[in-house]
């Protein structure tokens, strides 16, 4: 499983370096490469930054559709809204807080609860 940071959690810096590398794909030097293999190289130079040297070296041998589905899962992932990002199933979801003075218990009988009428 790779492992890359929310792209609202890349520094400025890193970021900065990452759009400058991927522009770098719009110059003469690659005017002749097909759009494909631009994106290709366009997803590879992202995610090196974040993988060690052995997940990069696996990530340079797939193919166009396999970068592309890891660049879709990677952007869905950095646009889940901060609720739902900390609520999921990779976080924890328990309750470490103590019970309030407010809270009722069935002890508390039925005028306590908020099924009272």
């Not at 609202?8 to 370096?17: A, K, L």
């Not at 590398?21 to 290709?40: I, Q, W």
């Amino acid at each position: 499983m790779l492992r890359v940071p929310r792209f609202d959690f890349i520094d400025e810096t890193q970021h900065d370096e990452l759009t400058a590398s991927v522009a770098e794909l719009d110059t003469d030097k690659y005017v002749g490469e097909p759009f494909r293999k631009r994106m290709r190289l366009a997803t590879l130079l992202m995610l090196k930054p974040f993988l060690s040297a052995a997940d990069y070296k696996v990530c340079e041998t797939l193919p166009v559709g396999q970068l592309n589905a890891i660049q879709v899962v990677w952007r869905e992932k950095s646009s889940i809204p901060l609720g739902e990002f900390l609520a999921s199933a990779d976080s924890s979801t328990e309750n470490t807080e103590a019970q309030s003075d407010s809270t009722s218990t069935p002890e508390d009988g039925p005028a306590a609860t908020s099924a009272a009428g």
